[in-house]
């Protein structure tokens, strides 16, 4: 796993629109514009990183990416906005491996790289959210011993959105 180059985002992008479209509901502008410029959302700005796991065969596995601030406030309660409007919240997202390269410990590692990366940025609280109606997603979230479950917005919310913090006592260096 290493953090992106240039030359990968095209791969990336691939990567990214069809989980939209095959396990995330589509694209949404309002909260995926980060696909439409990973190069200006993701390369040499302080504070974001875009992380990739490829296979033996130079293909694709899976991402992981960290930017500055939480979850949108008009997508979450009022209490959870306030709970992550300090400057110093960071958030884990695009943690999405390739159906074919699943069950293998690529998400597990991607994930605990962007976690670690977080830290070492200095992002505190770092936060993350997942769709549990993506089949073993929410399974998968809730196995990292590294992050607790805050905020469980379903049935209410249209993204079925499950909400998690890391605890940076449990991350091991």
Known sequence: MDVVRPDQLPAVE????????REL????PALHADVDDLAGTYLDRPGHVLLVAVDAEGVL?????VRPG???PEHVPGWLAARYAAGTTGQVCRVWVDPGHRRGGVGRTLALAAIRHALAEGYDPVCLHTNASVP???????????VVEVFDARPDDRWSSVHFEVDPGRVSP
């Open 14 to 21: 691939r990567h990214m629109r069809g989980m939209l479209e």
């Open 25 to 28: 509901g589509g694209y949404d």
């Open 61 to 65: 596995a899976g991402t992981a990416s």
């Open 70 to 72: 939480g979850p949108a």
């Open 136 to 146: 073993g997603a929410l399974a998968f979230w809730r196995s990292v011993d590294e």
